[in-house]
């Protein structure tokens, strides 16, 4: 666990006096955790809102009753320097954000987000969850207070780990908060890692896999590595599939997912099709979006043969009438 700690901070680029802690529990655990631990009812927080996810971090501060202004931007968009502006100089404390809008694959602009946080002293909060490993994070040049991911997503290996690094900030806040709950208590989480612990039974085999897998990341070559393996996954992806009747909804886009707009024929059918005749899942979306959007990811145990298959699987689709 230990090893654990030291691997993800170096990976994160985190500055001196970090921590890192491992809940067992989905990345909205980890997200809701940095709501009751790292803020308070004195804050009053910016949401960058441009999808399912963002919509959560919403959701979250209002289930703990912490002021909460929404900056909405459309699905597959990037937010804007102008909109933040908006609410410059106007007693928010905090700034919550999907740097990966997973739903929609769109990256948003870390550098600009950051430079309006520090010009206005606010403090950021970075959901990486699928972000991690796949694009360029950097915590200490963005000045993050904190920064989640999730052990299912890039690090490629079970669910049901989330993981939270936390600068020197947010571990001020964390030691001066009043304590809001048990199983999420960050407080409780960095005392035991001092240990190399939890303080409640933990997902033993999926530590043992995020140990393995980080120690393979770091033997290969590092972070920088297993990034470059992603963004060409990413890139290979996106240059054969334009050969095929979709659009790519989003413009600045993560090397994580690539969301895909069906021009021919709803996505929950192109869904249900590949995988009942092909074998092959795709994923889905939810909500409004669900017969609009389809998204194929780049991270995880894929190779260039998987979407050589699946690009198999749309040839024989539009032979049959299907594309």
């Known amino acids: 666990m230990l090893e654990n700690e030291r691997l993800m901070l170096r990976f994160l680029h985190a500055p001196s006096g970090s921590r890192c802690v491992f809940l067992t529990a989905s990345g909205t655990g980890a997200m809701e ?14 949401v960058i809102n441009g999808g399912t996810f963002g919509q959560r971090f919403a959701e979250l501060c209002e289930l703990h009753g912490i002021e909460a202004a929404q900056v909405r931007c459309a699905f597959g968009r990037q937010v804007e320097r102008e909109q933040l502006e908006a609410l410059a100089g106007r007693g928010y404390t905090a700034l919550l954000v999907n740097m990966d809008e997973t739903s929609s694959g769109v990256l948003y602009d870390m550098d600009m987000i950051a430079a309006f946080c520090r010009e206005n002293g606010i403090l950021l909060i970075v959901d990486a969850i699928s972000a991690f490993i796949a694009d360029e994070l950097d915590m200490k040049k963005l000045g993050a207070a904190a920064v989640i991911t999730g052990s299912q997503k890039a690090l490629a290996v079970q669910p049901g780990v989330s993981v939270v690094a936390l600068a020197p900030a947010a571990l001020e806040r964390v030691k001066r908060n009043p304590e809001r709950c048990m199983y999420l208590s960050l407080k409780q989480a960095l005392k035991n890692m001092e240990r190399g612990q939890t303080p409640f039974t933990p ?11 980080l120690r393979s990341i770091d033997e290969a070559g590092g972070i920088d590595e297993e990034r470059e393996k992603v963004a060409g996954l990413a890139a290979y992806f996106r240059g054969r599939v334009r050969d095929y009747p979709f ?12 969301a895909l707009r069906p021009l021919t024929r709803g996505a929950k059918e192109i869904v249900r099709i590949l995988k009942e ?23 995880g145990f894929l190779h260039r043969e998987d979407y050589d298959r699946l690009f198999e699987a749309f040839d024989d689709m539009r032979r049959r009438g299907i594309l």
């Open 203 to 213: 997902a033993v085999t999926t530590l043992l896999q995020i140990n393995g897998r």
């Open 33 to 46: 955790a940095c709501v009751m631990n790292v803020l308070s009812d004195k804050d009053r927080a910016i």
């Open 247 to 258: 659009e790519m909804i989003t413009r600045d886009r993560s090397n994580a997912v690539t």
């Open 277 to 299: 005749d092909y074998g092959i899942w795709a994923c889905p979306n939810g909500g409004e979006m669900a017969d609009e959007v389809f998204r194929i990811g780049h991270i």
